[in-house]
C-alpha cells in the first residue's frame, strides 16, 4: 500500500512563496492520480490541484489557478505543490493524496475519490 508523507509547511506572510513536498512509498507514484487538498479551521477538506503522471494531466481548483503548480519527480518519488502569491485564505492543512489513476475530471478533487492520504503539513499565511 502507498505511504504518503507530506513537508515543506511553514508561516509565510500575504504574497510570499512555498512548496511542498509530499513523499511516496509502498508503490509507483504513476499509478495513482496523485492529489493537494486543503482543509481550513472549521471548514471542509477541499481539492486544490492533481496530476496524472502517464499523461501529464493536471486540474486545479479555481482559487488557485495561476497561483499554484503541481509537479511530480518520479526518480524521486515526490509529488510537489509550488504557492506562489499566497494569500490568508490558503491557510489550512495541506495533504496529499493517491487515488485511481483514471478518475474522471468531475472526481479528481473530489475527497471521497481517495483512500490513502499523508498526515498533512501547516501552512499559515498572514495578512
Known amino acids: 500500500q502507498v505511504q504518503l508523507k507530506e513537508s515543506g509547511g511553514g508561516s509565510v506572510q500575504a504574497g510570499g512563496s512555498l512548496k511542498l513536498s509530499c513523499a511516496i512509498s509502498?508503490?509507483?507514484?504513476?499509478?495513482?492520480?496523485m492529489t493537494w487538498f486543503r482543509q481550513a479551521p472549521g471548514k471542509e477538506r477541499e481539492g486544490v490541484a492533481g496530476?496524472?503522471?502517464?499523461?501529464?494531466?493536471?486540474r486545479y481548483a479555481d482559487s488557485v489557478v495561476g497561483r499554484f503548480t503541481i509537479s511530480q519527480d518520479t526518480a524521486k518519488s515526490t509529488l510537489y505543490l509550488q504557492m506562489s502569491a499566497l494569500k490568508p485564505e490558503d491557510t489550512g492543512m495541506y495533504y496529499c493524496?493517491?487515488?485511481?489513476?483514471?478518475?474522471?475530471?468531475?472526481?479528481?478533487?473530489?475527497?471521497?475519490?481517495?483512500?490513502?492520504w499523508g498526515q498533512g503539513t501547516q501552512v499559515t499565511v498572514s495578512s
Open positions: 493524496a493517491a487515488g485511481p489513476l483514471w478518475l474522471t475530471p468531475s472526481d479528481v478533487l473530489t475527497v471521497a475519490s481517495y483512500k490513502n
Open positions: 509502498g508503490s509507483l507514484s504513476s499509478n495513482y492520480y
Open positions: 496530476f496524472r503522471y502517464v499523461d501529464d494531466t493536471t
